[in-house]
């Protein structure tokens, strides 16, 4: 259920920058693994980048790759999702979602955020 908050969403321009943010509340993110993913209008979410909580595995999402990261900070048991030459393709409303277990980009994840809107427009 809800024991995400996220910030960080917003109206970018095509080839910006944007970080967004995964604070957990109650549970240690470190032992939890963590993804982000995200819904255009009309379509259906979809996982875009994913890491276990040993970070021995990361999953991408086509066309992310190079582009996005997660980055972990422990000590504000928080996670960030870093992204870098953005696209129109990538607007839509991102959620942070954790859980003991791997799921990769199945949306099977028990705790999720919110979402927050990211929106990549000249």
């Known amino acids: 259920q809800l024991r995400l908050v996220e910030s960080g969403g917003g109206l970018v321009q095509p080839g910006g920058s944007l970080r967004l943010s995964c604070v957990a509340e109650?549970?240690?993110?470190?032992?939890?693994?963590v993804a982000w993913f995200r819904q255009a209008p009309g379509k259906e979410r979809e996982g875009v980048i994913a890491?276990?909580?040993?970070?021995?595995?990361?999953y991408y999402a086509d066309g992310v790759k190079g582009r996005f990261t997660i980055i972990r900070d422990n000590a504000k048991n928080a996670a960030y999702l870093q992204m870098n030459s953005l696209k129109s393709e990538d607007t839509g409303i991102y959620y942070c979602a954790a859980d003991q277990l791997d799921f990769g980009l199945s949306a099977e994840y028990d705790y999720w955020g919110q979402g927050t809107q990211v929106t990549v427009s000249s």
């Open positions: 109650i549970l240690d993110l470190p032992d939890y693994t």
């Open positions: 890491v276990t909580r040993d970070e021995d595995r990361t």
